[in-house]
């Protein structure tokens, strides 16, 4: 995020004659264009009040109250842009107002915005450097001035106080500012950090996700495999004796080489790491297992009912995963968060779609800004995989539900065309 009220340095420039030129950047030159207004709007006032005021107030004259008054006002415009110059050109243009008894009212002005400026955009050292630099001057003027001989023009001792007091409240406003301003950039440059972090333990969830996925598609994969060498081997030893049985099996071998490919074309799109041990090859749950899983929630305290529409037909071990390893966190969520309530498990295989539904009465998992559970991010990958789609959140009167769609095509279903 970008403050349009930073200090900013000089940063750009060329060597000429050995001396680098001051080259305002386009922020420096909006502060330029502003505060150029502002000390016009100085002088302006000046030449106003000068005009209504009694006769006498300039004795230089209209052209010298002129002069003396841009000169003095100059400074206001580099406040921003260039606070060392400005209060190098303000403190000479006083002191030689002074001399030729011309005091205009934009010198007091230049001296209240530059102590300003200054301990607003400058260190603490600097600042106090810059401010004493410009009310030393005129201190020493007041200093200087002979007593009064009535009461009623003010004493030295009363103008060296009015200044000093002013000079520290521009000199701590300025200073307020500075430490808002410090604040602020700490808090954006931490809210940034945070950010980061946060990305990188979303694309770490993911990854996790991604390779225990692709664990559990080599265990398929592998379960696969090692069935039909088990297959080629029976149809090898039987082939002489018992051709019909070897045509069995080794149609067998077909279907299951065919499943594997599919499951290999998506065990590339996940990522898995050369250092995880081998899985062993056993076969992964599948739809079998969820009639299980409903029952062994249901003993931990969660009434939960298992709706099944359709007939189930063949799908792939891999998909058959997905679904029941859905079905277990969504249904292990509803033990973390849900509370006092009821779940129910809805599988509805159609001819186009498969779609696993699990929604609950309860209170549903409390709201936390930013934060991305791994559950989730594992169902999301696991969908994705497969060219489905999933939809978690609130349901209308309460309660919580996850959706997954998949569609039935790429799950290696066959699909009958003639159906309705």
């Avoid at 206001?76 to 000479?92: D, M, S």
């Avoid at 520290?168 to 945070?194: K, S, W, Y």
Wanted: one cysteine or more; a positive charge; charged letters at 20%.
């Amino acid at each position: 995020m970008t403050r349009t009220d930073a200090p900013a340095r000089p940063t750009g420039g060329r060597d000429i004659g050995g001396r680098r030129r001051f080259r305002p950047t386009p922020e420096q030159r909006r502060w330029l264009i502003r505060d150029g207004l502002l000390a016009v709007a100085a002088v302006a006032l000046e030449v106003t009040f000068v005009g209504t005021a009694p006769a006498g107030l300039a004795p230089q004259g209209w052209p010298g109250l002129l002069v003396w008054s841009v000169l003095c006002a100059a400074p206001i415009a580099l406040r921003r842009a260039a606070p060392w110059p400005a209060v190098g050109l303000a403190v000479p243009a006083f002191v030689a107002s002074v001399l030729v008894g011309a005091q205009p009212v934009a010198a007091g002005a230049a001296f209240v915005l530059l102590t300003y400026s200054t301990a607003a955009l400058l260190p603490l050292r600097e600042a106090a450097l810059a401010a004493a630099t410009i009310w030393a001057p005129s201190i020493t003027v007041a200093l200087l001035e002979p007593p009064p001989p009535d009461l009623t023009e003010p004493s030295p001792a009363y103008l060296v106080f009015t200044q000093v007091l002013l000079a520290l409240v521009c000199f701590f406003v300025g200073r307020t500012v500075h430490a808002r301003r410090a604040t602020i950039r700490a808090l954006e440059e931490r809210a940034r950090v945070a950010e980061e972090n946060q990305r990188s333990l979303a694309d770490q969830a993911v990854a996790d996700e991604r390779r225990r996925i692709a664990r559990e598609l080599h265990d398929v994969v592998a379960h696969h495999v090692s069935v039909m060498g088990v297959l080629a081997t029976g149809a090898r030893r039987v082939l002489s004796r018992d051709p019909a049985a070897t045509d069995g099996a080794l149609g067998s071998i077909e279907e299951t080489s065919r499943t594997t490919l599919r499951e290999l074309r998506r065990l590339l799109d996940v990522l898995r790491t050369d250092t995880e041990p081998a899985a062993e090859l056993a076969p992964q749950p599948g739809l079998a297992g969820i009639e299980a899983l409903v029952e062994q929630v249901r003993e931990a305290g969660l009434p939960v009912t298992l709706r099944v529409d359709g007939t189930p037909g063949p799908l792939d071990p891999g998909v058959a995963l997905t679904v029941f390893r859905i079905v277990q966190e969504a249904l292990t969520n509803t033990l973390k968060h849900a509370g006092t309530a009821t779940a129910q498990v809805r599988l509805s295989f159609g001819i186009y779609w498969l779609i696993v539904e699990i929604s609950d009465t309860g209170r549903g998992p409390a709201p936390e800004s930013g934060r991305v559970g791994h559950g989730l991010v594992g169902m999301r990958e696991r969908m994705a995989l497969y060219g489905g789609t999933l939809r978690t959140g609130p349901r209308p009167g309460g309660g919580y539900r996850v959706y997954a769609k998949m569609p039935m095509e790429q799950l290696g279903a066959p699909m009958d065309k003639g159906a309705a």
